[in-house]
């Protein structure tokens, strides 16, 4: 079973930053995404960016050109360095990866979910 340890949550004043971490149990190199995802009061869940395996990033329309992400994987970790936060930015952050892992029937893609970290914006 992959676990997933996020940090970095907490309360920030608009316009203030942020940086959340969060470290897998297993070898990031070679997995197929990891990333969050973010779930605000009344909403569904939403992808706020993520990191393939091969470097490539794909991020939510409302963070894009506020929020970068980055990976260590010596550290087996993913950043999410989040500036210029908004209000509206309030959420449970969510740590998530896929693999694909191998079974004797076969490969099949697995994913894996943080506990989620709180990040509230608010003066």
């Known amino acids: 079973q992959v676990q997933l340890v996020e940090s970095g949550g907490g309360l920030v004043q608009p316009g203030g930053s942020l940086r959340l971490a969060c470290t897998a149990s297993?070898?990031?190199?070679?997995?197929?995404?990891m990333g969050w995802y973010r779930q605000g009061p009344g909403n569904q869940r939403e992808l706020v960016a993520e990191?393939?395996?091969?470097?490539?990033?794909n991020f939510g329309d409302s963070v894009k050109g506020r929020f970068t992400i980055s990976k260590d994987t010596v550290k087996n970790t993913v950043f999410l360095q989040m500036n210029s936060l908004k209000p509206e930015d309030t959420a449970v952050y969510y740590c998530?990866?896929?693999?694909?892992?191998?079974?004797?029937?076969?490969?099949?893609?697995?994913?894996?979910w943080g506990q989620g970290t709180q990040v509230t914006v608010s003066s």
């Open positions: 990191i393939t395996g091969g470097g490539g990033t």
């Open positions: 297993i070898s990031i190199y070679a997995i197929n995404t």
């Open positions: 998530h990866l896929d693999t694909i892992q191998h079974y004797s029937d076969g490969p099949r893609m697995d994913e894996y």
